[in-house]
């Protein structure tokens, strides 16, 4: 093992973790030390350039996709855009919550519902429908990112193993 595989192996892990907390930038973490493996190790163009623009189409799919799949749940209930700002809002506001990993799907849930009942005056069962919706899009943008880290983990420590 050498110190770009252990760097890389220490900020891969920190990010994957990272993945379940609202807020913190898990995905760039991860780029961050590939780049920083690949500089340790001497940057060499006809290797590395692959893995560092493998990483960043990785980390910007990964980024979309997160995003994608939260209004994709929003929408595909009956959400409404204050649904989804009340949902991003409520995000933001969860990471004060002293409950994690629950503060991740608390505190958007709630802001949806929230949004949903107060600004667009939806019944009850229909802006509990919009949060549901919220949830399952979290949900799926979170299992998505998830695999996607694990990809570029996977990728980058058979990159840099006996380097």
């Known amino acids: 093992m050498t110190w ?18 609202p ?15 690949v500089l340790m190790d001497g940057y060499q163009a006809a290797q590395d350039l692959t893995v560092l623009l493998t990483f960043g189409l990785v980390a910007i799919l990964a980024l979309v996709v ?3 799949a939260a209004s994709w749940g929003a929408r595909k209930f009956g959400g409404s855009k204050a649904g989804m ?7 933001l506001l ?16 709630a802001g949806a519902l929230i949004a949903e009942l107060l600004f667009e005056r939806k019944p009850l069962n229909e802006a509990l429908a919009s949060a549901w919706g919220t949830l399952v899009g979290l949900l799926s943008g979170i299992a998505a990112k ?7 983990g996977l990728y980058g420590l058979w990159h840099f193993w006996g380097r």
Do not use: M, Q, R, Y
């Open 85 to 91: 700002w009340g949902a991003l809002l409520g995000g």
């Open 146 to 152: 998830l695999a996607l880290h694990v990809l570029i």
């Open 4 to 21: 770009p595989f252990l760097v890389f192996l220490v900020v891969w892990l920190v990010g994957v973790i990272c993945t379940f907390l």
């Open 23 to 37: 807020v913190v930038p898990a995905t760039l973490i991860i780029f961050a030390g590939a780049l920083v493996a």
């Open 94 to 109: 969860s990471f004060f919550i002293p409950l994690p990993p629950f503060n991740l799907l608390i505190g958007p849930v």
């Open 66 to 68: 997160d995003n994608l």
